[in-house]
């Protein structure tokens, strides 16, 4: 596994099944902090995901605090819209974990202080950020190619 791929309370399923792809295709595994904003079961996740549902290494975890009793000694990165350095800046390591926000909201001001932020450069203008599942590729695919694009063609 390259990466861990962290989904802090998403709210739209099509995302959600548009990153569960790009974990597969990418070796990553994807964490969803819950609560959710929508079933797993739901028609429109299956679809964005398409057929490759059955190949993700999913982890659900009850709370951000859950999440964090179990994974908190590990390396945690934040994409934020709010600062740090940006994501080509930072040196990936293997099993790293990058957690993202709400579509609606981002994370609460505890969770975003608690870790270290990595945020994708954008022109200021009127909307608020890129749409989540292109944030996921940009940044997970910057540190897959730091460690080389291990095992892809």
Partial sequence: ???????????IPQNTGNIARTCVLTDSKLHLIKPLG??????????????????LKLEVHESYEDFMDKY??????????HGGEHYDEVSFKEGDFIMFGRESAGVPEEVHNALENIRVPMIKSSTRSLNLSNTVAIIAYEALRQFGFPNMK
């Avoid at 908190?72 to 934040?78: A, E, K, S, V």
Wanted: glycine share 6%.
């Fill in 1 to 11: 596994m390259n990466l861990n791929i962290v989904l802090y309370q998403p709210e």
């Fill in 38 to 55: 929508f079933e797993l079961d739901e028609k429109h996740l299956r679809r964005a995901g398409l057929d490759y549902w059955k190949d």
């Fill in 72 to 81: 908190g000694d590990n390396r945690i990165f934040l994409a934020s819209t």
